[in-house]
């Protein structure tokens, strides 16, 4: 049988901040917002990509699960890349744009394994799961300047605190809330 949560030991090293570089069609399940929702009462900033369909957000979970900070891509010159969701989305960050050539995608780790780890080495990669890191690193930044923020808080600072786009960039982003 597997244990309840209730009779596992308590993490001594439980997060501060969950980035979730993942994107699911539909509504919020309960279940994932229960894990959301016990993770922040435990001090945790949920950090999620907002979605590589180039539609609302709002259709793609744990992005449109509460309390979540959602995060969609950027290109080179800081306007909505063309395949990122878009709508109810807290922050932008740079995430690539398509094209082929590095110079447009993010350098990020890699493993070669498909079945089990194998050799880590780097490569370049495109989406809101290369934005939602950079929000991450951010959060732990500012965690690290001031560890007694809490979830709610940490996210604050970082909406409240993040320039606005420029305006050559407000255009390209349609549909934006």
């Given at each position: 049988?597997?244990?309840?949560h209730e009779s596992l030991p308590a993490n001594p090293y439980p997060a501060d901040i969950i980035n979730l570089s993942i994107g699911f069609a539909g509504a919020c399940p309960p279940y994932v917002q229960d894990a959301i929702s016990d993770a922040l009462a435990a001090g945790a900033l949920v950090v999620a990509a907002a979605g590589n369909h180039a539609t609302s957000a709002e259709q793609y979970?744990?992005?449109?699960?509460?309390?979540?900070?959602?995060?969609?891509?950027?290109?080179?010159?800081?306007?909505?890349?063309?395949?990122?969701?878009?709508?109810?989305?807290?922050?932008?960050?740079?995430?690539?744009?398509?094209?082929?050539?590095?110079?447009n995608a993010i350098l990020s780790t890699i493993n070669e394994g498909v079945t089990r780890p194998m050799k880590?080495?780097?490569?370049?990669?495109?989406?809101?799961?290369m934005a939602a890191p950079h929000v991450s690193g951010v959060a732990a930044l500012i965690l690290a300047a001031s560890p007694d923020l809490?979830?709610?808080?940490?996210?604050?600072?970082?909406?409240?605190?993040?320039?606005?786009?420029p305006a050559d960039a407000v255009a390209a982003c349609t549909n934006f809330g």
């Amino acid at each position: 049988t597997v244990p309840s949560h209730e009779s596992l030991p308590a993490n001594p090293y439980p997060a501060d901040i969950i980035n979730l570089s993942i994107g699911f069609a539909g509504a919020c399940p309960p279940y994932v917002q229960d894990a959301i929702s016990d993770a922040l009462a435990a001090g945790a900033l949920v950090v999620a990509a907002a979605g590589n369909h180039a539609t609302s957000a709002e259709q793609y979970y744990p992005a449109n699960c509460s309390g979540v900070l959602s995060v969609y891509a950027t290109n080179r010159r800081g306007a909505r890349s063309a395949y990122s969701n878009y709508g109810r989305v807290h922050l932008a960050a740079p995430g690539g744009s398509a094209g082929g050539a590095p110079e447009n995608a993010i350098l990020s780790t890699i493993n070669e394994g498909v079945t089990r780890p194998m050799k880590d080495h780097y490569g370049y990669k495109l989406g809101t799961s290369m934005a939602a890191p950079h929000v991450s690193g951010v959060a732990a930044l500012i965690l690290a300047a001031s560890p007694d923020l809490e979830p709610g808080e940490l996210f604050n600072v970082l909406t409240l605190s993040a320039r606005d786009f420029p305006a050559d960039a407000v255009a390209a982003c349609t549909n934006f809330g």
